[in-house]
Structure formats: structure tokens, C-alpha cells
């Protein structure tokens, strides 16, 4: 077995993906390797570049895919046997309790959403910890009440047998203790610091009689914890006898400022694995700012990342202010439906034609139309849509009056920067759980934490540690860090 260790902006992926090509080039069929990887978007990147490397198509790699994934295919379930949306909808009305669409998510603690989803995320923490519900439980402290979470425990399983469908984690336990090993001879296991201990025994079972395993990770980014990931495994993989074990010794992304700030949180972090690496050949900048809004965001890829979801709201406002595009967890900050009234209302003047999906969005927003008459399909030409001539038709932002006038002045002010509507944002909103995997020229940091993050730091500062960590070090030139705006923050100084 190898362990190899990946700093940020190392190229783990790509060194792994240098293992397939070593495994090709010594006659091993795509079909018999296996990457692993813990996130969909994850396993489609590695397919992708690896079919695009190596002359080869998806297809050709049928174990390119995420655990679940692998156990769904392996244990030959169908859809029909996995709990979905109006699975947990109807569990809802039975209990009184609101699911978002997937519980799966790992965007955070359950400390916000539905209540539904916060009892599930505890009952998830139990079972991929392998711990009783007690335990997982008093980890939550009052985010959860106790009788309401045995009782959806009780009902889903109940639930789940009268149903004969299995859930999220039934995939990893079912596979875990039944599934047959994976036919490969090389098996790469990436993030392995996101683990679960379910999910590890699932890996045993997959490679079992596989006779290359190389598993990558860097347990300095092991921010998944609260959700049942063992960082504990890993580094205990990497310690065992005849463990190959590998550090990259050199990351891409980070420039020398911003390397020395992440080693000296690192260092904090009481249990991991001791690193000899290097930065990148750039300076970069690391400054304290005194307010979200104090940068200008007008160029460059940008990264507004918070510990918790609560200290967005002023990086939205931050964006809307200065005119410029961004991207939240819940999508880009123009609808789409607004973009598509917006640009054939345009069309429309300049005397074109529009399809009906297209005519429909504008006359959802303009209040002399009725969306219900777009029923015909096929083009509307602007006689059919505009009050007169199309020269004389007032200028989007007049017509469309039904999008807010908060939207449109926002809209307004992006055009007169000289953007487009339709140009892909540059700027990115969201937690730092969210960010994992990302990348940006410039990346601004608060270090503020509500009451509860901050009541897990000062019981476990390992796991705050490597949530910054992870944070600071998504910037290829430039960290902001928000000077605290409120009383409980992470002490960088």
C-alpha cells in the first residue's frame, strides 16, 4: 500500500492520475483500476482528465466514481429501491418535519436548515461513526432535541423496512458487509482524510484482494468531521508497517506569504502528520481589512468565504454594491428566468424574433402581458410582444418592472461597469466547507464564528484549525482576513 499526502495546489490529482498512467503503461487495463474519489464532482474530474489523458472514454473507466456510487452499481440496486425527495416528504407529514431536497449535503453542522435535516444529520453522524445515537447525540448539544430525534430514528426505520428502500448510508453499510471486492488491480482511494469509518470498512471490502492500493489525502484538510469522517484512520493507515508513504513537496498555488500563514495554522492542528513542502516561486499578500466591504472586487477570481453561513450577508451586499456577478450555494445572483426576459426583451427592439420559452420569461415580467397567452409554439416576432414599433419600445429596465427594483439598479449597475449580464460571475459566495476543492486569485476570510462554532473550538481546536486552513489556503495571490466584527472570532493573531 501507498499513502500519499497532497497539500493545497500540490497536484494530488494529477500525481495519482500519473499512478493510472505507470498502472496503463505496465499493461493494466482501464477496466481493472479503480479511483475513488469522495465527491461526485470529484470523481467526474478524475474520469474526464483521465480519459482525456489517456486516449480513452468514460465508459472505459467504470470505477472512476465516487463509494456510493460504486456500492449503488455493485450491489445491483435500482433506483426505485433508494429513498428520494418524496420519500422523506411523506416521512415529513407523518412526523411534522421539513427535509431539504437531499440530506447528504456537507455544507455544515446541523446547526441551520430544516429541522428534518438536522435530526437526520445527527442520526448520520451515529451510523457513520459507528457509535450509538447517545453519543452522536450530545456531540449535537441543543442544536437537536433528543425525543424528537429517536422518534424520526424509529419512524425511518420502520419507514424503511415497510418500503424495502434503503437511505444514503444503507448503500456504505449494505456493501460494507456484503459486496463483492472490486476486480482491479489498482485501487486509488483520493480525500481519503473524508472517510468515514463506515466508509472505510466499505474500501477494506472493495480492495481486498487488490494488489496496489494507493490512498491519497491531506489530513490538514480534514474538515468534515463533524459529519463522521475519521481523519484518525488515515494518518493510522500511513503509520502501519510496509506503508510506502509519499509527501508532495511543492505547491503551485500558494504564493510564499500566504504558505507562511498556513503553516503557522497548521502547526496548531495537535494530531497530523508533519509536512516538509514549499510554496510557490510568488510573493502574494496577506492583509487584515477592516470591513467585508473593503476590497474592490471589479477584477480578478474571488473567494468570499465564512466559517458560517450566518456572515454572508455582507459579501452579498458587498457584490450587489459594486456591481459585480456572484455565485451562491443557492446559484448565481441573476435568475435565470430574470437573464432570459431581460435578454429578449432586447431582442425583441432590435426587431428579432423570440422562442416561446423565451417570450414566456417576458411576459412574466412585464406587466402588459399575460404569460398564459404564450401558448403557441414556435417563434413570437415583436409585433406580438411589444406595446409598438420595435425603436420606440422602452429600454428593458422600464418594461420588465415586475424583476425588483433592487434587482434591475443591481443589474444596471453591473452593465455600466461594462460587464455582461451573461458572462460568467468571477465571484464566489459561500462557507468554507463549500470552497473545498477551490481555487481563486484573491480570497477574503472573515474569522468570525457564531456562539456554537466557536464552543467546538474550545473543545476540539484541531477541527477549527483545519477549517481555516482549508479556507486561507483556496488564494493563489492575494488573503483578506475581515478583522472581527463581532466577539468570538478564530485567533489568527
Request: hydrophobic content about 40%; some cysteine; proline content about 6%.
Amino acid at each position: 500500500m501507498r499513502v500519499v499526502f497532497g497539500g493545497p495546489g500540490t497536484g494530488k490529482t494529477t500525481h495519482l492520475l500519473g499512478v493510472v498512467r505507470e498502472a496503463l503503461e505496465a499493461g493494466v487495463p482501464a477496466g481493472q483500476i479503480a479511483y475513488m474519489a469522495f465527491t461526485r464532482k470529484a470523481a467526474n474530474e478524475a474520469k474526464e482528465r483521465a480519459a482525456k489523458q489517456f486516449g480513452l472514454k468514460p465508459r472505459d473507466l467504470p470505477y472512476f466514481s465516487t463509494l456510493h456510487s460504486m456500492a449503488y452499481r455493485q450491489l445491483g440496486i435500482s433506483g426505485a429501491n433508494l429513498m428520494g425527495a418524496e420519500d422523506f416528504n411523506e416521512l415529513g407529514d407523518l412526523l411534522q418535519l421539513q427535509f431539504v431536497a437531499s440530506y447528504n449535503h456537507l455544507d455544515g453542522p446541523p446547526t441551520s436548515g430544516p429541522k428534518g435535516s438536522r435530526l437526520l444529520q445527527v442520526i448520520g453522524y451515529a451510523r457513520s461513526r459507528n457509535i450509538p445515537l447517545a453519543d452522536a447525540w450530545r456531540r449535537a448539544g441543543e442544536a437537536v432535541n433528543w425525543w424528537e430525534l429517536v422518534q424520526l430514528q424509529e419512524a425511518l426505520e420502520t419507514f424503511k423496512e415497510a418500503t424495502g428502500k434503503l437511505d444514503f448510508h444503507d448503500l456504505i453499510d449494505e456493501y460494507a458487509k456484503a459486496g463483492q471486492p472490486l476486480p482491479v488491480k489498482l485501487g486509488i482511494i483520493d480525500e481519503a482524510q473524508d472517510l468515514t469509518v463506515r466508509q472505510w470498512q466499505a474500501v477494506h471490502r472493495a480492495f481486498h484482494s487488490c494488489p496496489d492500493v494507493v490512498v491519497g489525502g491531506d489530513d490538514d484538510q480534514a474538515i468534515y468531521r463533524w459529519s463522521g469522517a475519521s481523519v484518525e484512520t488515515f494518518l493510522d493507515l500511513a503509520h502501519r508497517p510496509g506503508v510506502e508513504r509519499t509527501v508532495l513537496s511543492k505547491s503551485h498555488r500558494l504564493p510564499r506569504r500566504v504558505f507562511a500563514l498556513a503553516n503557522e495554522i497548521s502547526a496548531r492542528i495537535g494530531n497530523r502528520e508533519p509536512k516538509d513542502w514549499q510554496p510557490a516561486d510568488r510573493e502574494g499578500r496577506v492583509e487584515w481589512i477592516a470591513h467585508p466591504g473593503d476590497v474592490d472586487l471589479t477584477a480578478g477570481t474571488w473567494l468570499l468565504l465564512a466559517r458560517n453561513g450566518h456572515h454572508l450577508k455582507e459579501f452579498v451586499q458587498t457584490c450587489r454594491v459594486q456591481g459585480v456577478k456572484y455565485n451562491t450555494a443557492s446559484g448565481p445572483s441573476i435568475p435565470a428566468n430574470h437573464l432570459k426576459a431581460i435578454r429578449g426583451w432586447e431582442q425583441l427592439r432590435k426587431g428579432k424574433a423570440v422562442a416561446k420559452g423565451t417570450a414566456k420569461a417576458v411576459a412574466t415580467f412585464n406587466p402588459d402581458l399575460d404569460p398564459a397567452d404564450i401558448v403557441e409554439d414556435g417563434n413570437y416576432p415583436p409585433e406580438a410582444l411589444l406595446p409598438g414599433p420595435p425603436a420606440e419600445a422602452p429600454f428593458w429596465h422600464d418594461a420588465l418592472s415586475l424583476i425588483p427594483i433592487e434587482d434591475r439598479e443591481y443589474y444596471l449597475t453591473i452593465m455600466r461597469r461594462g460587464e455582461r449580464l451573461q458572462d460568467p460571475a468571477r465571484v464566489t459566495v459561500g462557507t468554507i466547507h463549500s470552497a473545498k476543492g477551490g481555487e481563486a486569485d484573491n480570497v477574503v476570510l472573515r474569522v468570525d464564528m457564531t456562539q456554537r462554532s466557536f464552543t467546538g473550538y474550545m473543545l476540539n481546536p484541531d477541527d477549527e484549525a483545519r477549517v481555516f486552513y482549508t479556507g486561507l489556503t483556496r488564494a493563489q495571490e492575494n488573503l483578506f482576513l475581515v478583522a472581527p466584527q463581532g466577539v468570538r472570532d478564530y485567533p489568527f493573531q
